[in-house]
């Protein structure tokens, strides 16, 4: 059964940081990142680890948002810097399966950027 589970959200001042873990099992997975939703918005991209290992951002990232992978875990992480209030969302893991392509998510963790 392919399982992703997250964690490391919550509220944190603008300017701060957090860092987002997403743990996977189950399965190889050729592709892994990171989606957000904010309030009232659709899902979007942050960034994902390609099947290439080259990691790609969205604009509204780059520069302060970092991504990184742990092959032998099966783990990919958000690192988020310089954390503004719009980057406030629920962030979801996103994987895709290396043998039938299928792509899984993960339950999703809030991340509130707030003074």
């Known amino acids: 059964q392919v399982q992703l589970v997250e964690s490391g959200g919550g509220l944190v001042q603008p300017g701060g940081s957090l860092r987002l873990s997403c743990a996977g099992s189950?399965?190889?997975?050729?592709?892994m990142g990171w989606y957000r939703q904010a309030p009232g918005k659709e899902r979007e991209l942050v960034g994902s680890?390609?099947?290439?290992?080259?990691?790609n951002y969205a604009n509204s990232v780059k520069g302060r948002f970092t991504i990184s992978r742990d092959y032998a875990t099966n783990t990919v992480y958000l690192q988020m810097n310089s954390l503004k209030p719009e980057d406030t969302a629920v962030y979801y893991c996103?994987?895709?399966?290396?043998?039938?392509?299928?792509?899984?998510w993960g339950q999703g963790t809030r991340v509130t950027v707030s003074s």
């Open positions: 996103y994987a895709r399966q290396a043998v039938t392509n299928a792509a899984y």
């Open positions: 189950g399965s190889i997975f050729n592709v």
């Open positions: 680890f390609t099947s290439g290992g080259i990691p």
